[in-house]
Each structure stands twice: as C-alpha cells, then as structure tokens.
C-alpha cells in the first residue's frame, strides 16, 4: 500500500527526527525545504527540493499539486516538519497515517461545522509567530501580510460563492485523494499558490488553512474522519 502514498513534508529548521519513529518509519519522504540548511534526519527520505521561504506550508502543498498535477500519487500526505514538536500534532498526523492504512485511501481528518464560511466568516489575523521554538529561533516575524480580500468570509465567498462545507483542518496535517484534487482545473490551485507566495508570513495562508474542505470541495474519493 505505502507505493501507492506520497508524503510531502514542509520543512523550515526542523531536525525531522519523527520520521525514525513509527509508524512514520513505514514510510518514505520528499522534503521541501525551506530554511537556510540541511540539517536534519534523511534515513527515509527519497528527494529533497529547495523552495524559498514563502506562504509557509500552505504554499508548498500547493506548489507540489501545481507542480505535479499530472503525476500525482494516488494518496497524498502533507505534513508541516513541525509535527515532531508538538505531541497534538504528531498525534494527528498518525491518527491519518493508520486510517489510510487501515481503510486503503486518503484522510480528510476534519472538524466539524455547519459552515465553515459562517464560522470564521469574520476571521482575521494580524500578528501570527510560528509556534515551533525551532523555527522561530531563525524566523520571529510576526507581523503578518494582510491578505488582499478580508476578512476570511469575503474571501471565501469570492473563491468559492456559497458552496456549504462543513469540516475544516488545520495545523497544515491532511491527505487527499489524486481524484479528489484532480476533479478541480489546475487553475484554482495556481490561483491560491499565487495568493500564499506574496510573502514568507502571509495572512491569507491562515485562511487557505481553514478552507482545504473547500478547496477539494467535493470530497468524493478521500475518507472524512471528524477530529
């Protein structure tokens, strides 16, 4: 099954030493790196591409759909390099690593909402600072670019209209089905890749966070387990 998986990690200064642990030890990586050096865990690691420092990790699972839209695998995991950081990260990201092993398909690991438009329909962010102590050490930035339409409901509303979805994920962990990204033209995730690469701390990455259920709206293909 683990051929048929592509694990893409966003890292930034992060050792990745998570990827020696199980179950992530299952699997193999390719790392887009964006910080100043390479130092980090590379056991399990099958390509290594450099990107600049821009839209966090929002830009680079964008980028790697853009990028491969037509050689994608059949399941991909994106990962922030942060997981090993943080215990309720690295919790969720084996939650998804198990379910695709044990359902034979992609995990959407959502939170549920009546609406995610109406629920951060006044959403916001000005001063956001990475919360891995790893990263912020060579990144403290914290004023954020405001994103060009705000807030987050008038930007969803001019992506997406009144479409209603009703889970959302955040922290930068999910997998998706290749159908259920290739059902939507390579148009709207190159528009969002352009929106997310204006700036290496961008506000409108915080709303692209919220919104990936939408993005791949419908969700067909990819199993939906609440969070």
Known sequence: MSKYIQIIVSRYNETLDWTLEHPFNLFKYIV?????NQNFVKD???????????????HTY????????????????????????????????????KNILKYKTAIFLGSY???????????????????????????????????????FGKWFQYHFGNIEVNYYCM??????????????PIS????LLAAVGRHSNPEVGHYIERAWGAIFHPILFTKIIPN
């Open 32 to 36: 887009y790196n964006k910080g100043p």
């Open 44 to 58: 399990n690691v099958n390509q290594i591409i450099d990107l600049t420092n821009v839209g966090r990790c929002d």
């Open 62 to 97: 964008l980028y790697h759909i853009v990028t491969n839209f037509n050689n994608l695998a059949e399941i991909t995991v994106f990962f922030p390099g942060s997981i090993g950081s943080m215990s309720h990260k690295k919790n969720n990201a084996i939650k998804i690593l």
């Open 113 to 151: 909402t009546p609406s995610v438009k109406n629920t951060f329909n006044d959403f916001i962010l000005n001063n956001w600072t990475c919360s891995d102590p790893i990263n912020s050490v060579l990144n403290p930035e914290n004023e954020l670019c405001p994103a060009i339409i705000r807030p």
């Open 171 to 184: 922290q930068g962990i999910l997998s998706i089905h290749k159908l259920d990204i290739l059902k939507c």
């Open 188 to 191: 709207r995730y190159e528009k």
